[in-house]
């Protein structure tokens, strides 16, 4: 424990091994990775946080860096997070950290993390967000996630942002449909990625047609779709624009922050149930004789559910 | 419930319009829906459940109907269940079952459903799993389950099936990125759909070399790459033998069925517990509370779990 508290001190200073090291605690989800988030989390809610999602190959992380790489330039401390789905055994994601870090080489304002589900289902939403908190702590004004694809997993991740920005590129029927198939609610700004291409036109066009189906929560924001290059860094100025804008609305609505607040307690709160569960053998000998007893007998997981829950609690009352 | 018990009876005789009433009902989450899994539970677990993943425009739904045919034409009773994470505002996945239950219009064998996400996230896979007990009860021998994407509740779905078949297109450099980026574990069976394009053998080479570099844990069981044209039905009979190979080596082996017996009556202990915490009062007011101090004073989110878990065991001591 001793070893957490001086780590905490270096990741408040900014050390980037620090946050590494940090960051890998919460991603084995370690008894380490709470009692790390609890001494930083008073020190973090200041980062500004970004979400960026899209299909692989719409260019989400040339865009990312591109936006990074503006904000550098105004001074501002940048934490970058890849959201890579990639199991460990193809070792993609540290192969994409030593590139990208390669374009911020030498620029300690800039942090770039990869992470990745390590086959335990839930687990990776709940690492990002406490590295969110890490970033936020070691003192990053902004915090840019990303993330691929359409599946709830991802839209819960993507749900953490303040800001959540969509990547897509012209001409792309498939993604056009996996976006109306699931993150279009969660858009806040759309993106029109590789606009030199064919159709660009067409596909604001398009985004611009379903968004016009949806009555957007939101009366004082409606979603705009912007074109951009990030290769050639072509608008990404006017994309950084439209942030700040949404930015400065939403600054005074604390209610945004209460939302995100409360599902993460929930989220730690049933991770601390199961652990519970998990800690008392004479649960956990219930929880065993509840499965062979649904093979066996056709005992519904429903009521099992509820055998098991009179006992949690009854547990607690008899101890 | 007297309505629940009728219902229960007309579905586990295979009526089709019960079969859509209790999946709608399992969609709604309501109390209703318990007690409708609870009566069938006992009479499923025979059904084949078989899941089919790949990005949109592979080909999947074609690939799914032309294996359903096939299993029609031997006499077994199929349900085809597409797990689309579409907004409630498009109406996508209505027009989608209309075109598709034409398919197989007139035969009372196959039952055709689409599901999606209604703003509940996590929701989708616990309908997703009472609805395969539905159609099972009803007697269906085989469930096919359609997801698309690769976030991780939809991995999540694909594992509660017994088979899973991962679908891809020749020369989807991107598609064998999302691939490699988290569906490869799951598959069973892989399969290069429109196999008639250009770059097949190519495809088929460069997910045999991603296997090649991995250990799987089933040492009897090297995931098979199947060429396919679901269009013309070219291979469909030799994806259906593979899946019966398959189907063969597990018959004997109950400790796949133990694993999602059990994550069934974790997910649903879980949702149980927030329903508990939700009931009452004072915890509420708990939650409120320490939500109000996250924000203010900078609370942990692990403290106040911590807290909201060690009230909600006291209080049942106190009850």
Do not use: C
Not at 29 to 41: D, N, P, Y
Not at 123 to 129: D, I, K, P, V
Not at 214 to 241: F, S
């Amino acid at each position: 424990m001793e070893a957490v508290v001086k780590l905490t001190e270096r990741i408040l200073a900014g050390d980037q091994r620090a946050i590494a090291r940090g960051i890998s605690i919460v991603e084995s989800e370690s008894a380490e990775a709470a009692v790390l988030v609890s001494q930083l989390f008073s020190r973090a809610g200041k980062a500004r946080v970004i979400g960026v999602t899209g299909a692989p190959g719409v260019g989400k992380s040339t865009l990312v860096d591109a936006l990074a790489t503006e904000w550098r330039r105004e001074g501002f401390g940048v934490g970058i997070i890849a959201v890579d789905p990639t199991s460990p055994f193809s070792g993609g994601a540290i192969l994409g950290d030593r590139i990208r870090m390669q374009a911020h080489a030498g620029d300690a304002g800039v942090y770039v993390r990869s992470m990745a589900t390590r086959g335990h289902l839930g687990g990776l939403s709940h690492a990002t967000g406490d590295a969110i908190v890490i970033l936020d702590a070691a003192g990053k004004d902004v915090v840019l996630i990303e993330t691929v694809g359409v599946g709830q997993g991802e839209i819960e991740i993507a749900r953490t942002a303040d800001t959540s920005i969509v990547v897509t590129v012209p001409g792309a029927g498939d993604d056009i449909q996996a976006l109306k198939a699931g993150i279009m609610e969660i858009g806040d700004i759309f993106v029109v990625n590789k606009s030199d291409r064919d159709g660009a036109d067409r596909t604001v066009a398009d985004i611009e047609g379903m968004l016009a189906l949806k009555a957007h929560e939101d009366v004082d924001w409606h979603p705009p779709v912007l074109k951009t290059q990030a290769t050639t860094g072509d608008n990404v100025m006017e994309l950084l624009r439209t942030v700040r804008r949404l930015e400065a609305k939403q600054e005074d609505s604390v209610d945004r922050r209460r939302e995100r607040l409360r599902s993460r307690l929930y989220d730690i709160l049933r991770r601390r149930f199961r652990e519970h569960v998990e800690s008392r053998t004479e649960l956990m000998l219930a929880v065993d004789g509840a499965v062979e007893r649904m093979i066996d007998s056709g005992l519904d997981p429903y009521t099992a559910a509820e055998e098991i829950l009179a006992r949690v609690l009854k547990e607690s009352r008899d101890s």
